[in-house]
Structure formats: C-alpha cells, structure tokens
C-alpha cells in the first residue's frame, strides 16, 4: 500500500521559508517522478513543482519559480519543497503526488497515481 505523508506546513510571515517534506512508503521510491500541487481556499488545485527519479530535472509552476525548490532523497524516500518569499497568495493545502512515469517532470494531474493528505501552508502577518 502506497502511502505519501506530507509535513512542514504551518504559519509563516510574509517574506518568510517554510520547506515540506513528503515522505513516500509503500512503493520504489527511487524508480518514480514526484510533485507538488496546491489548492487556495475556494480555487481548483494547481501545479507547483515536478522532479523526476534521479532529481536532475526539474519543472516549476509560474507562481514557484525563482521562490521555490523541490528536490528528493531517494534514500530516505522524501521529496522536499524549500519556499522561500512567501507570499499571501502562497495560502494554500500543499499535496504531494507520485508520478509512475519515472522520466516526467509533468504538471497534469491526472498523470500523478498516488496522493498525500495535504499540508496547511498559511502565510499571514
């Protein structure tokens, strides 16, 4: 059984990090592409990030890049999202998700199997 927890969200500042973790049972962790997704109060869920099995490719959302870094452990079987100038808009349930097309770095949903809980992310002064 596949499991994705996700952890690291809380109450930031505005301008202020935050890094998720999202760890991964349950499945080769190393053999698979993971993402990140967000969903804003009253607003459909997007992309954020994508990496692909070995971490060398990358992919970012418009609201992410040049704020936002994913990156993963394949030995601790973790992806992680390093935030940093957090923004109001940034206020969200963060998700990650497992992608069995190890080579993508996709933003389409549908081509992620296997989701976490999500994690609050708020940033507020």
């Known amino acids: 059984q596949v499991q994705l927890v996700e952890s690291g969200g809380g109450l930031v500042q505005p301008g202020g990090s935050l890094k998720l973790s999202c760890q991964v049972s349950?499945?080769?962790?190393?053999?698979?592409?993971m993402g990140w997704f967000r969903q804003a109060p009253g607003k459909e869920r997007d992309f954020v990030a994508a990496i692909n099995w070995s971490g060398r490719v990358t992919n970012y959302g418009d609201s992410a890049k040049g704020r936002f870094t994913i990156s993963r452990d394949n030995a601790k079987n973790t992806v992680y999202l390093q935030m940093n100038s957090l923004k109001p808009e940034d206020t969200a349930v963060y998700y990650c998700a497992l992608n069995k097309l190890y080579y993508t770095t996709s933003s389409h949903q549908p081509d992620y199997e296997y989701w976490g809980q999500g994690t609050q992310v708020t940033v507020s002064s």
């Open positions: 349950g499945h080769t962790f190393s053999s698979y592409a």
